[in-house]
DNA sequence: CCTTGAAGATACAGGATTGTATCTTGAAAA
DNA sequence: TTTTCAAGATACAATCCTGTATCTTCAAGG
């Protein structure tokens, strides 16, 4: 029996614990499902977690490392935007998935909310479309006035909507269209050139 | 000890588990706790349904009844809207919460995804803000061109984004604003009449 | 090579849930 | 009033999950 240490076996057990999670949901998310993905005993599972809702967590928050997400940055919030959510759409719809179809239970028992749930994962994380409007901002694309993080945020809100319409990724064409016909107007409206 | 049959008892049976469900979530809708709730015991339950997940299906359709939606006509798109998104703050986002948060564990316990089941609660209905928005344009309000489904649609986007993240109703001060800032400005921009 | 500490395996009590069985009680119909 | 059958109240075994404790085994640092 081959023996895994450290930040190895971390690794190992988050994985498995994430696989666990999203194939089979929160209900069969028990410590000892995961420590058998893991091929492992929960007494190691207990000695870096208090329980299952530390795990949970640890879980997300080591999926949603901010580290893999890139900002696009090309120099036109069009561009920028729909790159965002290209992203958004290839790489976090599970975890968005996660976070609201199989993370009920968990809600429920702690008593929390998602919003709490990003905080505790995400203390310091940037409002990334607020990024990308203050960047457009900052290029003189757009004027500060009355444009609004709910604003900034329509894209996503209607990206994920879509995405619980079908349950498939949303296509790219429909992604410009949210940005072409409801964001970038939105926009528009407080422009600093332009019609 | 007073007694309830047949159909009387049924439906305070659904009502006390669909008060569970939305309550407390589907890890904690045990029999056990739908029967207490409904101040019974489970053999009650067993004797109508042959386990939880025949049960889950009994109150969703129970709850779903086709209850008629009061479509508000005020004769301005403004307060139509702001009507509509109340209504549905109140009344049927507890239930698409239920269909899409709680149920992630009945998902796959069955196997089966929120489209199905959804596809029972929602046969045919029609599509509501269109509704809105031809009456609109049809007092002049609005112009036709460009004001896309997907425009009329974004209020219940935001709307229910708001409440996946909370999980609680969504404040009167928040449904204006969507209005106010996002729906009306969108719609604004093809005005017949006005700036 | 030897020591150390964690990994890994196992056992256990406690609690919760399920599904069934059994019994008494009471509401409604004959 | 009497009969009937479901409601209501237990009780039960079986199963699962939790959290902890104990023990052996192995990888890594000294």
Redesign the pocket.
Same mark, same amino acid.
């Given at each position: 029996?081959?023996? #895994?240490?450290?930040a190895k076996?971390?690794q190992a057990l988050l994985d498995a614990a994430w696989e666990q999670l999203v194939e089979q949901g929160y209900a &069969?998310?028990?410590?000892? &499902?995961v420590a058998a993905r &893991?091929?492992?005993? #929960? &007494?190691?599972l207990? #000695?870096?977690w208090?329980?299952?809702h530390a795990l949970v967590r640890a879980v997300v928050a080591h999926v949603a490392r901010p580290d893999d997400v890139e900002i696009p940055d090309t120099g036109s919030l069009r561009r920028d935007t729909i790159s965002m959510m290209k992203i958004a759409n290839r790489g976090r719809l599970e975890l968005i998935t996660a976070l609201t179809v199989h993370l009920g239970g968990y809600y429920q028992e702690t008593g929390t909310s998602p919003v709490d749930l990003r905080k505790t994962v995400f203390p310091t994380r940037p409002h990334i479309p607020r990024m990308l409007l203050d960047r457009a901002i900052a290029r003189g694309e757009v004027a500060p006035a009355r444009v609004s993080d709910r604003i900034a945020s329509v894209p996503y809100a209607l990206l994920q909507q879509e995405f619980f319409m079908t349950l498939k990724p949303v296509s790219n064409a429909t992604i410009e269209e949210i940005v072409d016909t409801i964001f970038l107007p939105l926009c528009a409206r407080t422009r600093v050139r332009g019609p």
């Open positions: 029996m081959t023996k #895994r240490l450290g076996l971390e &069969a998310f028990t410590m000892d &499902a &893991a091929r492992t005993s #929960r &007494a190691v207990y #000695r870096r208090t329980g299952k």
